[in-house]
């Protein structure tokens, strides 16, 4: 996989080849990334070469050209103007760092980053390039992973201080791939609340264009992700270049257009408002990026990622585990939650088949609305006179499991931990604290509070009645600053807030390995790779009209495979766009997800009772089946999502057709299913019809009539009207 000779280096497998070399001057430069070569190192052969002059660092080489050269990771100020992937600054004020080669080790399998969330390693090797720059005395290492059954490209970089003089870093990318002149298209997803993940595409600009975070999270605003597709790339076919980050605080992807039409591409943490102090001897390791390449299109993209996803970065523990279906409290009672309201729930739950009951925000000392209560993490002694620990016990004697909300990293000011310990927030010196849903954030670079938090989840948790864990996050930082860090590390605190949040989730996720953990910021605000690396599933957002979801899967399943999402049937009308539609397609749009549930309260339950009765008992049969299995977006229109899944055993299919307002005497849609085994055959479950898998695929499925028999007596339409949907399922026979 990885090969280094004359001073090149290859990292070739059967998706991608990934080459650079040492240049004449020590200087890195990137050579190659894209479809496997066959000799990688030849490749060096096509290089290609600066012809114009620029302002020149190396005097004496003709035509070396940083501006024009693309590298591994580029510096400023020496003749390179684009933006770089590193700067600092040391004691004398000088920020020219040249970081030129010095020695590398290659390495099987890959080490886990110390403090933060990283890949797992397995199959796979490590190479480790060590650049260094005389005059900062630093070195800066350069780690490269590939896996042997991925598609991916794993980096980072970390800079060590070498010298005995104080350093000042100000950017620290974990990667930079320099691509030759290109036609690209970026992909991106963006949003806020209700409505994140919508997918934007345009053409790479002239400049700089980023997607970043200032908010202390990851964001809804902008996924830290992005795809470059070369033109003429489409769903199905075509280069695609795409990238991502392990790593939940302030992210910055950027994207920028050089004056030879050469694209840098730039992954890592925000260098805006970010400085940390190297002192002598100390060091700093960037989080992991994540490369995915694919030559068939944004569809294969999509399944590096997914698959890589589920190998390497979410919970060992509860991969391929189907999940429980639920009820959920928050969308049936909000903060009306008591013991008898919850154990009414629990026996409709019981009564409708679920698996769950998950006890959502409201349970804890005066917390009936969201004005207070927040840090004080014990039951309400009025609404829970029993306490949590006896309600999760009669939910499970009821035979269910018990699952419970909470928010760790926030407290408000009404709260007697806030009374305890004012001085336990975020804030920084002088400021005034905005609110944000009436909560302030704990400062986790304060280990006082985020021991106090795992002792308090700690308690919640040893006595094993909790078998689900929703951890929420409910607004941006501002004003961000820490009491415990000195005046001058300020601008360290955004990061030391993500490494204190990441040590409590790792000793937490490490001793209850068993407890299912769900990511979830007002929904998506913080949906990444780092936080599914301790959660199994995340709550992708508070969007429950099943129109605003389906966009919000849609976006998502460029990244993540649907087995991290959650999906619950909730109220009609929506309570946030105030849409009507049908407890079928409420459940339909989040059919592919892993966990399937309700958040509905007593009377809709009982008015729709057998419909959720056989929804929830589907849910049930095909948990497993929505676990590793293949997701295609087979369509995508204003009023239209058709989209296709595969059991990972290839012995089932599911469609799903999804009509958002209908219209009379619509024309014919011929759906053609891909990916079947071609000389199978399918058996459609809802009226025993056969087809060929080749059939299926070549001619396709015809819609809005679904079926018909051969005698015609039993015909089957899509459902009428607006907002409507059908789900088919096959068995392979
Ligand atoms: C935001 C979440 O996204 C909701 O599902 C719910 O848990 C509320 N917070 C509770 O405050």
Known sequence: MIASE?????????????????GDNGILEHVYYGAPLNNPINSFSHHYQTHRDGVLHFQGEKNYNLSEIPQEYPTFGSTDFRFPAFHCKNEDGNTISVLKYKEHFIISDKKPLSGLPSARGGNCNTLIIRLEDNSHKIVVDLTYTIYKNHGVLVRSSKVKNKGNKKLELSNIYSSSIDFPASQFKILHLHGSWSRELSEETMSVPRGRFIIDSNRGSSSAA????????ENQCNEISGNVYSSSLIYSGNHSISVEKGEFNNVRLLTGINPFNFSWSLSPGDSFQSPEAVHAFSKDGLRGMSHIWHSFIREKITPVSFKNKPRPTYINTWESSYFKVNQAEVLNLADKAVSIGLEMVV????????????????????ADANRFPDGIQDLAIKIKNKGL????????????????LYKNHPDWVLKAPES??????????????????????????????????????????????????SPKVSIQKQLEVPHRYILGLYSLLNRLTKKYPNVLFENCASGGNRLDLGMLSYMSQSWPSDMSDPIGRLKIINGCSYLFPLDVLSAYIGPSPNHQNGRITSINSRFNAGAFCAAQGI?????????????????MKFAKEHSSDMIGGRFYRLKKSDNAYCWQYITKDYDKVFL???????????????????????????????????????LLMENGFTLPYVSMTHDNKNISYMPKGDFTSKLFVFEKI
Not at 360 to 378: A, N, P, V
Not at 599 to 615: A, G, M, P, R, Y
């Open 6 to 22: 004359k001073n090149i280096f290859s990292l070739t497998n059967k998706y991608y080849s990934y080459v650079f070399r040492v």
């Open 222 to 229: 902008h996924s830290p992700f992005i795809v470059l597709c």
């Open 359 to 378: 006890l959502d925000d409201g349970w804890f000392e005066g917390r009936t609305d969201d004005t207070s209560s927040l840090g004080d993490w014990y």
């Open 401 to 416: 499991k018990f699952g419970i909300w909470v928010e760790p990293e926030m407290i408000n000011t009404r709260s007697e």
């Open 432 to 481: 005034i604290s905005s609110l944000g849903r009436n909560q302030l954030v704990l400062d986790f670079c304060n280990n006082d509070v985020v021991n106090y938090i795992f002792d308090k989840l700690d308690s919640l948790l040893s006595e094993g009645n909790i078998d689900y864990v929703k951890w929420d996050m409910n607004r941006n930082m501002s004003e961000v600053g």
């Open 599 to 615: 958040s509905l309260n007593h009377s809709d339950i009982d008015k729709n009772k057998s419909e959720l009765t056989e929804l």
């Open 656 to 694: 799903l057709y999804f009509h958002i307002l209908s219209g009379p005497n619509e024309p014919f849609k011929h759906i053609k299913f891909v990916e079947l085994e071609e000389n199978s055959n399918y058996l459609q479950v809802c009226n025993g019809k056969i087809y060929s898998g080749n």
